[in-house]
């Protein structure tokens, strides 16, 4: 049974980082691409940024210079440290899979305020 399981939400200044991480089971994590989504109060969920199984990075637009996504394929972890946060990046985030199906985890909240 596929498992995400995304942790390190919290509540952060302007400026602050936080790195979420995504412990996952189920599937051979090391040979899919993994990627990064978030919703935003009153949007629609948009992709973060995507991670090749060999590390690879690809950043929506919002991230790029902030973010970085990183894996660890020994434990099956996904990871995404974000720095220079702003309220805009108030959002709650997910980690996804997908092998035809899409897996999604529960998301953790991320909130950026003073």
């Known amino acids: 049974q596929v498992q995400l399981v995304e942790s390190g939400g919290a509540l952060v200044q302007p400026g602050g980082s936080l790195r979420l991480a995504c412990t996952t089971s189920?599937?051979?994590?090391?040979?899919?691409?993994m990627r990064w989504y978030r919703r935003r109060p009153g949007k629609e969920r948009d992709m973060v940024g995507h991670?090749?199984?060999?590390?690879?990075?690809i950043y929506a637009r919002s991230a790029e210079g902030r973010f970085t996504i990183s894996r660890d394929n020994a434990n099956n972890t996904l990871y995404l440290q974000m720095d220079s946060l702003k309220p805009e990046d108030t959002a709650v985030y997910y980690c996804?899979?997908?092998?035809?199906?899409?897996?999604w985890g529960q998301g953790t909240q991320v909130t950026v305020s003073s």
């Open positions: 189920g599937f051979a994590f090391g040979e899919y691409p």
């Open positions: 991670i090749s199984p060999t590390g690879g990075v």
């Open positions: 996804n899979f997908y092998d035809g199906r899409n897996y």
